[in-house]
């Protein structure tokens, strides 16, 4: 094996089962005879000197060790009637292994145990490791337990027979008129013959003297079909029959194999004239199809799978964004409006000024005559006084907190997630369905289900006290509300640009901006996003672009009592009302997803984003060691 080709499938089979593990991929089943067959029949197999094995193998009562007897030409393994008498392998090892340890230890790989010098036949009757006896040729021949002896649907040797089996270049395959046509049996050789590669076998057929010898090819080849399918033709290396005799059964007598066909070679012959090195060519080249082929498959799934990854997670954020909508569905826009009349006023114009001293004085009563009327509306009808706005504002900001906690809980445990999010959302999530949204925006349906490799962070959050994370969000929400001095310097510099710009504008005076001081004062202004509904009297849309992982968003500001007022001023309004809400949320919603990440969120997107990260830099290795493999296959 060349070193390049050597050292690519080393890296495939160090990544391969990284990547599964990072992905948690449920591919056990498939991943453990392919990085077993690539482990025993490749990576330690590729060395001139290695000598051909040879499995003799068979189910219960078939005459595998009476075989195995005759073809050494001594009585060391246990005969006799009974069924699954054998629980160990006997390795019969060439003269010409002795001191090539290297070689044995790559012929005990698969067994993960060292073998033992067998010194009595007895000791093959007791579960255990292999044991080994010397023997003549240069044929590495094992002996190996029945595979369809047990009860109750568990097999007592078939486990230490498949890693025999494993182990083996060729089979020599020991079956009787009672089982020929057994499928379970032939299903189970077949998978050992052709899981991994194409391997060539012996048939053995215990047969009725009086069999003809086209009845004994007959039932032979229909083994072979069950095994290789059309192919048989090509993998059976030849068809031998052994006559049933009871002086062999009573051990008076040593089996005798004889070719099917009239004129064909000797058993022994037939073994020895094998030949080994194209064989072997063979053999490794369709086993490092398959292992090559089945890595691919498994890099495919796997890309698969990471791509999924990645979808949920941008999934679980598209969901977080929405939630973050629903928790700042209502803020008292007054306060900035406020905030930003006051900054602004700090450079009017003398004469500006004038003018907003004048504005105070008309405030005050109008917030008399309000005053009074709401006075004279509860004494009258009994009913309480509305909620001051601050009061208004705190219950609603729990509230929606409240809910937004909620279903952002749910979204993380839901084994489907499923909603449905605007159409520019940076992210493919399907088909755009025929739905809009209330300002228009398309939405399409997102459904998502929740990748494997989260489980572990799930759990953990499952197992969490939700009331617990509830209270710590809701403990911020006066933080939440508060204009702090990041959105103070903003304000400042939005100020600034408005000034800037004045003396561009048609038809701009200042006694509009002069007026936002008696504005929120007389003038209920309120913020709602496009999922919400605004709170009557006059509507402006305002675009806001980049918010929550969303393209564009469109949020409505309500203001009653502003039917009469000048397009003019009414164009000024929403100029100066949606880089307010701009600056607001972006201030705002990264403190919501700070607090909301703190409290559920974080450890899964942490998690999601730590495992594509490392399934992307083992999937592109992965991808660079198969291209390496398949460019030093072709030389």
């Known amino acids: 094996m060349e070193t390049q080709f050597h050292d690519s499938l ?35 197999r590729f060395d ?6 040879a499995a003799v193998c068979g189910g219960g009562s078939a005459g595998k060790s009476t075989l195995f007897n005759a073809l050494v030409g001594a009585s060391l393994s246990p005969t006799g009637g009974r069924a699954g008498m054998n629980r ?9 292994l002795s001191g090539r340890e290297d070689l044995v230890a790559g012929l005990l790989d698969p067994f993960g145990a060292p073998a033992a010098p067998l010194e009595r036949p007895e000791d093959l009757l007791v579960p255990g490791g292999p044991m080994f006896v010397p023997a003549a040729g240069s044929v590495v021949l094992l002996d190996t337990p029945d595979f369809d002896t047990g009860a109750a649907g568990r097999y007592a040797n078939r486990d230490s027979a498949r890693s025999a089996l494993e182990a083996a270049d060729i089979l020599i395959y020991v079956f009787t008129n009672s089982n020929y046509n057994n499928r379970d049996n032939t299903d189970f050789i077949a998978e050992m013959l052709t899981g991994i590669g194409r391997r060539k076998c012996f048939l053995v057929y215990r047969a009725y003297p009086g069999f003809s010898e086209a009845e004994v090819v007959e039932h032979a080849m229909t083994v072979g079909r069950h095994i290789y399918g059309a192919e048989a033709g090509r993998y059976v290396l030849g068809i031998y029959r052994a006559d049933e005799d009871n002086r062999v059964a009573a051990g008076e007598a040593a089996l005798a194999l004889r070719p099917s066909r009239p004129g064909g070679p000797a058993f022994d012959a037939a073994l020895q004239a ?23 498959e498994l890099a495919g799934r796997s890309a698969a799978s990471l791509e999924e990854l990645r979808r949920y997670a941008a999934a679980l954020r598209a969901a977080q964004g929405l939630c973050l ?7 008292p826009m007054d306060r900035v409006v406020r905030r930003f009349a006051k900054i602004w006023s700090e450079t009017d114009p003398p004469a500006v000024k004038l003018m907003r001293r004048t504005g105070s004085v008309i405030e005050l009563p109008v917030r008399a005559l309000a005053g009074a009327a709401g006075w004279a509306r509860e004494k009258l009808s009994g009913a309480p006084a509305p909620a001051a706005p601050e009061d208004q504002f705190a219950r609603r900001l729990e509230e929606n907190l409240t809910a937004a906690a909620t279903a952002l809980n749910h979204y993380l445990l839901s084994p489907h997630l499923s909603l449905r999010a605007p159409s520019s959302l940076p992210m493919e999530i399907g088909p755009a369905a025929a739905a809009a949204q209330t300002d228009g925006t398309p939405a399409v349906p997102l459904s998502v289900a929740a ?13 969490q006290d939700f009331g617990s994370a509830l209270n710590r969000i809701l403990s911020r929400k006066d933080e939440i509300g508060r204009i702090g ?27 509009f901006w002069a007026a936002l001081n008696v504005l929120p004062a007389t003038v209920a202004v309120t913020y709602v996003l496009s999922t919400g509904d605004p709170v009557g009297g006059a509507t402006i849309k305002v675009k806001l672009a980049g918010l929550f992982g969303v393209k564009d968003l469109y949020a409505l500001v309500a203001i009653p009592m502003t039917r009469g007022m000048k397009k003019a001023d009414r164009k000024q309004l929403k100029a100066m009302l949606g880089p307010l809400a701009q600056s607001w949320l972006r201030g705002k919603s990264a403190a919501v997803q700070a607090l909301f990440e703190e409290a559920l969120s974080g450890e899964i997107l942490r998690a999601a984003d730590d495992a594509a990260a490392a399934a992307g830099r083992l999937a592109e290795s992965l991808a660079e060691a198969l291209a390496r493999a398949d460019a030093g296959r072709r030389r």
């Open 485 to 511: 001095s990041d959105m103070d310097e903003e304000l400042r510099q939005l100020a600034d640009h408005f000034r800037s710009r004045m003396g561009t504008w048609a038809k701009i005076s200042q006694t």
């Open 88 to 96: 160990r392998v006997l390795f019969a090892l060439p003269a010409a």
């Open 48 to 53: 001139p000197g290695f000598p051909l094995v």
């Open 274 to 296: 094998i030949d080994l090195p194209r064989l072997r060519l063979e053999l490794h080249a369709s086993i490092v199809a398959d292992a090559l082929g089945k890595a691919r």
């Open 10 to 44: 080393r890296r495939i089979r160090e990544l391969l089962p990284r990547l599964a593990d990072v992905l948690k991929l449920d591919v056990a089943k498939e991943l453990g005879p392919w990085a077993k067959a690539v482990d025993t029949r490749l990576l330690a």
């Open 325 to 331: 909508q629903e928790a700042l569905s209502f803020f």
């Open 451 to 463: 990748h494997p490799a989260l489980l572990s962070a799930r759990e953990r959050l499952r197992q």
